[in-house]
């Protein structure tokens, strides 16, 4: 079973530049996870999708991130304008929601970003 | 969303049984508990995940005592490639409710 894919896996960029990353889940999987995990730290949570519908999106700082998942399988995360403590590994996860069995998360293999 | 509390770091010797203990004193009653283990450039990966008593596979287990405030995940005789972060989730694994994870156990398995 193929996993979760990420691209790019590594990105450079300077301040106030854009960029964008890609993410496709595990087939059939329903749910999708952006996290961003800083240098250090457990992973935080950016936006989960159900489908292609957004369920939660309370920590992504709005004024410069994006994401979508148009029909509900690919994802894009975008940050525009990109600030230098963005710079972090952007993880996308995907899972079944098997309900009261309790759901596992796979991760993608991340994208390391940094911001100059 | 309940939080919890883990030892930031531990060393072990190869082939040493290794056990992380972590507390989640508010922990609600359809919360499950859930491990993660995590390399360096790797996305975390599922190792376990349990509700109360003990659960096994064949990577680890996992300790759940009667009022759940707590939870320990035991490692058998490791080896060097177990050296990675460790976290551990509670939440409600149903519907909609995500992951929260805070910083980990960072384990170190010496020769």
């Known amino acids: 079973e193929a996993g979760v894919a990420q691209s790019p896996r590594y990105k450079i960029i300077e301040k106030r530049q854009s960029v964008a990353f890609w993410c496709n889940p595990i087939?059939?999987?329903?749910?999708l996870y952006w996290y961003q995990q800083i240098l250090g730290q457990g992973p935080k949570l950016l936006i989960q999708?159900?489908?292609?519908?957004?369920?939660?999106d309370s920590q992504l700082p709005k004024d410069r991130f994006s994401a979508e998942r148009l029909k509900g399988v690919d994802s894009t995360l975008k940050i525009q304008p990109a600030k230098l403590e963005d710079s972090a590994v952007y993880l996308c996860?995907?899972?079944?929601?098997?309900?009261?069995?309790?759901?596992?998360?796979?991760f993608g293999p991340g994208t390391r970003l940094t911001v100059l | 969303l309940a939080k919890t509390t883990q030892p930031i770091s531990m060393d072990s010797y190869e082939g040493q049984e290794v056990n992380i203990t972590c507390s989640h004193n508010?922990?609600?009653?359809?919360?499950?508990i859930t491990w993660y283990q995590q390399f360096p450039s790797q996305g975390p990966r599922f190792i376990i995940q349990?509700?109360?008593t003990k659960v096994t596979n064949e990577v680890a287990s996992l300790f759940i005592p009667a009022d759940r405030k707590s939870s320990t995940l035991s490692l058998p005789r490791v080896s060097l490639s177990d050296t990675a972060v460790y976290y551990c989730?509670?939440?409600?694994?149903?519907?909609?409710?995500?992951?929260?994870f805070g910083k980990g156990t960072r384990l170190s398995v010496i020769a």
């Open positions: 349990g509700y109360k």
């Open positions: 996860a995907s899972s079944l929601d098997s309900g009261s069995i309790g759901k596992e998360e796979f």
């Open positions: 989730l509670v939440g409600g694994h149903s519907g909609n409710t995500p992951l929260v």
């Open positions: 508010n922990i609600a009653t359809n919360d499950y």
């Open positions: 087939s059939g999987h329903a749910t």
């Open positions: 999708f159900q489908n292609n519908g957004v369920v939660d």
